[in-house]
């Protein structure tokens, strides 16, 4: 992988966890000559992310609407800002410059972002791996709900092994590198399982 989007909040959550662990993936993406791709703003986990690969000689690229300039205030120092119209070309744009996805904790768009890139994947339009980074269980509910999904009918289990899940990053980095993109085939049939 020579780039990974990184999808994250823009603000910090209320555990400094959060923050030291988006550090931790910004600073280990550089280490490994890994492009780091993101929304663009220097608040929150977003910045902590993007300043600890700068920090550490790594390659950002931000990727903000120019609406959102001053609402989650754009980064001035990053190796390159690409500003665009809106939200669903952001999420283009940062999909077409990546290899792979890492959601870190977030809100609403966070999830939009991370199940969108998901949909994608299940119609077949990318292969990359998409991977979440469980920083202290934020994400164990949403993990049961997809496991849910399956044992309610609604999710093919070869759709739901889409989901890498770890709790450290050189975890979900490991599994993402081992990725191997299962063939779109049953669920297009109406087939769930």
């Given at each position: 992988?020579?780039?990974?989007?990184?999808?994250?909040?823009?603000?910090?959550?209320?555990?400094?966890?959060?923050?030291?662990?988006?550090?931790?993936?910004?600073?280990?993406?550089?280490?490994?000559?890994?492009?780091?791709?993101?929304?663009?703003?220097?608040?929150?986990?977003?910045?902590?992310?993007?300043?600890?690969?700068?920090?550490?000689?790594?390659?950002?690229?931000?990727?903000?609407?120019?609406?959102?300039?001053?609402?989650?205030?754009?980064?001035?120092?990053?190796?390159?800002?690409?500003?665009?119209?809106?939200?669903?070309?952001?999420?283009?744009?940062?999909?077409?410059?990546?290899?792979?996805?890492?959601?870190?904790?977030?809100?609403?768009?966070?999830?939009?972002?991370?199940?969108?890139?998901?949909?994608?994947?299940?119609?077949?339009?990318?292969?990359?791996?998409?991977?979440?980074?469980?920083?202290?269980?934020?994400?164990?509910?949403?993990?049961?709900?997809?496991?849910?999904?399956?044992?309610?009918?609604?999710?093919?289990?070869?759709?739901?092994?889409?989901?890498?899940?770890?709790?450290?990053?050189?975890?979900?980095?490991?599994?993402?590198?081992a990725w191997k993109p299962i063939p779109v085939h049953k669920w297009m049939s109406g087939q769930t399982?």
């Amino acid at each position: 992988m020579n780039s990974i989007v990184v999808f994250c909040g823009s603000g910090e959550g209320n555990r400094v966890i959060y923050r030291q662990t988006a550090s931790l993936l910004g600073a280990t993406l550089a280490a490994l000559d890994i492009r780091v791709i993101y929304g663009g703003a220097r608040i929150g986990l977003m910045g902590a992310v993007a300043d600890a690969a700068m920090k550490a000689g790594g390659h950002v690229t931000g990727v903000i609407p120019g609406f959102l300039q001053t609402k989650e205030v754009g980064h001035d120092g990053l190796t390159e800002l690409i500003t665009v119209d809106t939200m669903h070309e952001r999420k283009l744009k940062m999909h077409e410059l990546s290899d792979g996805i890492i959601a870190l904790p977030g809100g609403w768009g966070t999830m939009e972002e991370l199940f969108e890139m998901l949909t994608w994947a299940q119609l077949g339009l990318h292969g990359k791996p998409i991977g979440i980074l469980n920083i202290n269980g934020y994400y164990d509910a949403l993990i049961a709900l997809c496991d849910t999904m399956v044992k309610e009918g609604f999710l093919g289990q070869d759709v739901r092994q889409m989901l890498l899940c770890d709790d450290s990053v050189d975890g979900i980095i490991a599994q993402m590198e081992a990725w191997k993109p299962i063939p779109v085939h049953k669920w297009m049939s109406g087939q769930t399982t």
